[in-house]
């Protein structure tokens, strides 16, 4: 027997298990939002989510207000041409999504629905709207028409204009609890790489986000992050300098190795705050967070912090950045933070 309120189909992460649900009462109850924002880091697997919810409202014979994988409507989804469904995204990968791929879309919009149903737009990466994109999807948002819905994913929805924002209701599919992301992604690793240990090492080096931890644990991430560590120690103790780090390190994949250093300051300041080491999120760097903490005070791991913050946004919004200055002046700031004393 299978319980149908709390069984997750086989092909679902259960860490989606509660939105689904919610998503699945507002279809019942006929008021899903014709524009809903699916908001959550990389790596929690937003676009499948999108999809399975797109099918839904597609199928022409749902069951218990899921695809049921066998009309027609199913069929044309699944082999990638169903003629009521779009799915916009960067042209190119770090690229944009530029104003006339909307307009293209608009287009098809303005036309009744092929299969005589819903017709549904996925925009994989709201946050790779350009400004005039943006504007023109607004208009769509605004009227968006009979049985027309727009899922937009994306990472920090506070950072979406407010003008979309505000037409889109959220659903946030949030970072799993550890037992659950661990257990998951046990499952996925071959048995000889299962240990917790080393599970648990991946999720933290995924920011608990269990798909990205399989994606890491795929390019050998372990031996970037041990670089970054000896490159940092050896800047901070004077042995490597700056400019030359910044060589190695704008050739590599920045935004993820930002996001290391923004975690591990955020251990560096919750130490300096409580001297206990206990919860910290990347136990196994203690060592050099004591001997950085020993020489630097606050307000500048602080001042780091929100320099390091605000030049992953940068690389987030895709400006022109000159990476090799960033990761020297960075590092730079990195090198004085330990002679500022305490
Ligand atoms: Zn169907």
């Not at 000896?230 to 390190?249: C, M, N």
Request: proline share 4%; net charge positive; with cysteine.
């Amino acid at each position: 027997m299978t319980d149908r309120v709390s069984a997750a189909p086989l092909d679902w992460y259960p860490w989606q298990v509660d939105q689904w649900q919610q998503v699945s009462q507002m279809i019942q109850q006929k008021r899903l939002p014709h524009a809903l924002i699916i908001g959550g880091v990389a790596g929690l697997g937003k676009l499948k989510f999108a999809t399975k919810l797109a099918a839904a409202l597609l199928c022409q014979q749902q069951i218990d207000n899921m695809a049921c994988g066998a009309c027609k409507s199913c069929k044309l989804l699944a082999s990638n041409s169903h003629p009521d469904y779009k799915l916009m995204q960067p042209e190119e990968p770090s690229k944009a999504i530029v104003v006339d791929q909307v307009r293209k879309l608009q287009h098809a919009m303005a036309t009744t629905a092929q299969q005589g149903g819903a017709r549904v737009v996925v925009i994989n990466g709201a946050s790779d709207l350009n400004l005039n994109a943006a504007n023109a999807l607004l208009k769509q948002l605004e009227e968006p028409g009979d049985r027309s819905y727009f899922l937009l994913l994306h990472q920090w929805p506070q950072t979406l204009l407010p003008t979309v924002r505000s037409r889109c209701q959220l659903l946030n599919i949030d970072i799993p609890e550890s037992t659950q992301a661990l257990d998951w992604l046990q499952q996925q690793l071959p048995t000889e790489e299962r240990s917790v240990d080393k599970t648990i090492k991946l999720l933290q080096l995924a920011n608990g986000a269990p798909l990205r931890a399989l994606q890491l644990h795929a390019s050998r991430a372990h031996e970037l992050r041990h670089q970054m560590l000896v490159q940092l120690t050896a800047v901070f103790r004077g042995k490597e300098s700056a400019v030359d780090v910044a060589k190695i390190w704008h050739k590599q994949p920045l935004e993820q190795m930002l996001s290391w250093w923004v975690e591990w300051l955020n251990d560096l300041i919750k130490l300096k705050m409580t001297s206990n080491a206990q919860h910290l999120a990347n136990p196994d760097i203690i060592k050099l967070l004591q001997a950085v903490d020993q020489r630097s005070n606050i307000i500048d791991i602080y001042a780091l912090l929100e320099r390091l913050t605000e030049q992953l946004n940068f690389i987030h919004l895709r400006r022109n950045l000159n990476t090799q200055l960033v990761c020297e002046q960075l590092l730079h700031q990195w090198y004085l933070l330990v002679r500022s004393g305490r």
